[in-house]
């Protein structure tokens, strides 16, 4: 579990698996980006109010691979600092395969 906030009233944590589905369901809102095996390709680290999130996708055949990945990038940031309140350090995304 990864404290998000601690308070007189108590803490709010969050699990790996939930803060993986987080990351995994910004991702795959863009077009042609699928998270390549949900369970082992996804890395989430917090510490304190600070993100860092490594990614490794499968992307449709014809995508301009720079600009999809630049765009999971900017959503999975985006996820986490609204639904986190976390600043995200990176974002890193590794292309492994590509699909029809």
Do not use: C
């Amino acid at each position: 579990m990864t404290e998000l906030l601690r308070t007189d009233d108590g803490a709010v944590s969050i699990s790996a698996a939930a803060l993986s589905r987080l990351a995994v369901q910004a991702a795959e809102q863009v077009d042609g980006a699928r998270v390549r095996r949900r369970r082992r390709s996804v890395r989430v680290q917090v510490d304190a109010d600070r993100a860092r999130v490594s990614l490794e996708l499968t992307v449709r055949h014809g995508a301009v691979m720079p600009e999809l990945a630049r765009s999971v990038q900017e959503r999975v940031a985006e996820a986490l600092r609204t639904m986190l309140e976390v600043e995200v350090d990176g974002v890193e995304v590794s292309v492994e395969e590509v699909h029809d």
